[in-house]
Nanobody
Framework: QVQLVESGGGLVQAGGSLRLSCVAS????????MGWYRQAPGKQRELIAN???????NYSDAVNGRFIISRDNVLNTVYLQMNNLEPEDTGVYFC??????????????WGQGTQVTVSS
């Protein structure tokens, strides 16, 4: 049973920082691709960062250069360090992982989300 539990959200002023955590169970974060998504009010959920089993990562244009995704294999936890936050970063942040069954069937797993609010 895969479970993802996020924490670390909150209210912060523009220009501030937050670090989100995602504690995983049922998978090994060092061997599974992991991601962070966010959903702003009235908008679709969007991918903002991935880290892959080999350690490489990628970011959306909106957060590249400000956010850093990382993992701790011992704690089985993935982090999202968010710096220089902007009001546009406000939303619910979700931790994600996925598995493939067969060649093309992808199953996604989600945490419950953590709210981030950036005030101007």
């Amino acid at each position: 049973q895969v479970q993802l539990v996020e924490s670390g959200g909150g209210l912060v002023q523009a220009g501030g920082s937050l670090r989100l955590s995602c504690v995983a169970s049922g998978i090994n974060v060092g061997r599974n691709g992991m991601g962070w998504y966010r959903q702003a009010p009235g908008k679709q959920r969007e991918l903002i960062a991935n880290i892959y089993s080999g350690g490489n990562s990628n970011y959306s244009d909106a957060v590249n250069g400000r956010f850093i995704i990382s993992r701790d294999n011992v704690l089985n936890t993935v982090y999202l360090q968010m710096n220089n936050l902007e009001p546009e970063d406000t939303g619910v942040y979700f931790c994600n992982t996925w598995m493939f069954t067969g060649f093309t069937t992808r199953r996604d797993y989600w945490g419950q989300g953590t709210q981030v609010t950036v005030s101007s």
